[in-house]
C-alpha cells in the first residue's frame, strides 16, 4: 500500500529565505507527483504536476524535483514570502488517473 | 480560468439524516472524485468515477455513501444516514488526464 510522508511537519522561517519541503512515497512504482497548497479552511490548489518521467518542473517561485528510485520529491520555495505561508502536501496516484494518496503535509509559516 | 465547484460550502445536520453534496467538475474532464479530510488529518480518497459508474472505492466509502451524475453537469455524493464521524471537509475533483483539479470543500458538520 502506497504511503506518503512529509517531513517537516511544520516550518517557520523569516521571509526571503530559500526552503525546501520533502516528500517521500514508498512504492516507486508511481505515474506522477503531485504539489498541492492548502489555505486554512479551504481547497487544494495545485501548484505543480511532476509526471514519472521528469526529473523537475518549474513554476515561478517553486521548483518540484522528483526521484523515482529513492521514492523522494522536494518542493523548493526560493525567496520565501509572507503569503507562501499555507500547508503544502504532496501525493501520487495509486494507479494512472485514480485516487490520489496524499501525505499529511508541511504547515509553512513565513514571518514578515 | 475553469474550476471546479461545491455547493454548499457549509452544511450543518442532525446524526441520521440524509446529505447530498453537490459538485460541478470541470466540462471537459470525464474522471470524477471524492475525498475528504477529518479535521487534522490527511486527505482520504473517497470514491472515484469514470464512463456513470463507480471506478473504484475505498473502504471508507461504505453503503452509506453513494454517488451520482445526475445530468451532464453536477456530481453529487449521498450520505444517507449521517455519523458524528462524517464530520469532515469533502472535496471533488475531475480531471481530463493527470491534473487533478479540485473543488473549494464542503464543511460537512454532523451534530
Known amino acids: 500500500k502506497q504511503e506518503v510522508t512529509q517531513i517537516p511537519a511544520a516550518l517557520s522561517v523569516p521571509e526571503g529565505e530559500n526552503l525546501v519541503l520533502n516528500c517521500s512515497f514508498t512504492d516507486s512504482a508511481i505515474y506522477n507527483l503531485q504539489w498541492f497548497r492548502q489555505d486554512p479552511g479551504k481547497g487544494l490548489t495545485s501548484l505543480l504536476l511532476i509526471q514519472s518521467s521528469q526529473r523537475e518542473q518549474t513554476s515561478g517561485r517553486l521548483n518540484a524535483s522528483l526521484d523515482k528510485s529513492s521514492g523522494r520529491s522536494t518542493l523548493y520555495i526560493a525567496a520565501s514570502q509572507p503569503g507562501d505561508s499555507a500547508t503544502y502536501l504532496c501525493a501520487v496516484p495509486r494507479v494512472k488517473n485514480n485516487d490520489m494518496r496524499f501525505g499529511a503535509g508541511t504547515r509553512l509559516t513565513v514571518k514578515p | 480560468e475553469p474550476e471546479v465547484t461545491q455547493t454548499p460550502s457549509h452544511q450543518v445536520t442532525q446524526m441520521g439524516q440524509e446529505v447530498i453534496l453537490r459538485c460541478v467538475p470541470i466540462?471537459?474532464?470525464?474522471?470524477f472524485y471524492w475525498y475528504r479530510q477529518i479535521l487534522g488529518q490527511k486527505v482520504e480518497f473517497l470514491v472515484s468515477f469514470y464512463n456513470n459508474e463507480i471506478s473504484e472505492k475505498s473502504e471508507i466509502f461504505d453503503d452509506q455513501f453513494s454517488v451520482e451524475r445526475p445530468d451532464g453537469s453536477n456530481f453529487t455524493l449521498k450520505i444517507r444516514s449521517t455519523k458524528l464521524e462524517d464530520s469532515a471537509m469533502y472535496f471533488c475533483?475531475?480531471?481530463?488526464?493527470?491534473?487533478?483539479?479540485f473543488g473549494p470543500g464542503t464543511r460537512l458538520t454532523v451534530l
Open positions: 466540462s471537459n474532464h470525464l474522471y
Open positions: 475533483a475531475s480531471s481530463g488526464s493527470l491534473l487533478q483539479f
